[in-house]
C-alpha cells in the first residue's frame, strides 16, 4: 500500500527558508504525480505545488511561485518542497500526495488518492 510520510516542519522566522522532504513507497510512482497541498488553521486545504514523477513537469499555485520549489529524487522517492522568504501566512499543515498522471493545467485542481499524515510549519512574525 501507498505511504506518504512528510518531514521538515518547524518554527521559522518570517524571511526564512524551509525544506520540507516526502517520502513516498509501496508501488511504483512512474505514471504519477506527486505534489504538495497545505492548510491553514481555520482554513480549508490547498494546493501549493505539484510534480510528475517521470519527466518532471510542474505546476504552482500563485503564491508558490518564485518562492517555494518542488523537487524529486526518483531513485531514494523522495519529494521535496523548498520554501524560501517563508511569511507569516505560510503557517500551515503541509501535506504531500500523489495520484495518477494528469496534464500539468490540472494538476492543482485534481483530486488526489493518497495523502501523508502531514508536518506543521509555522511562521512567526
Known amino acids: 500500500q501507498v505511504q506518504l510520510v512528510e518531514s521538515g516542519g518547524g518554527l521559522v522566522q518570517a524571511g526564512g527558508s524551509l525544506r520540507l522532504s516526502c517520502a513516498a513507497s509501496?508501488?511504483?510512482?512512474?505514471?504519477?504525480?506527486l505534489g504538495w497541498f497545505r492548510q491553514p488553521p481555520g482554513k480549508e486545504r490547498e494546493f501549493v505545488a505539484a510534480?510528475?514523477?517521470?519527466?518532471?513537469?510542474?505546476n504552482y499555485a500563485d503564491f508558490a511561485k518564485g518562492r517555494f520549489t518542488i523537487s524529486k529524487d526518483t531513485a531514494k522517492n523522495m519529494l521535496y518542497l523548498q520554501m524560501n522568504n517563508l511569511k507569516p501566512e505560510d503557517t500551515a499543515v503541509y501535506y504531500c500526495?500523489?495520484?495518477?498522471?494528469?496534464?500539468?493545467?490540472?494538476?492543482?485542481?485534481?483530486?488526489?488518492?493518497?495523502w501523508g499524515q502531514g508536518t506543521q510549519v509555522l511562521v512567526s512574525s
Open positions: 500526495a500523489a495520484r495518477r498522471n494528469i496534464i500539468v493545467s490540472e494538476m492543482g485542481r485534481a483530486d488526489y488518492d493518497y
Open positions: 509501496g508501488r511504483s510512482f512512474s505514471n504519477s504525480v
Open positions: 510534480i510528475r514523477w517521470s519527466g518532471g513537469s510542474t
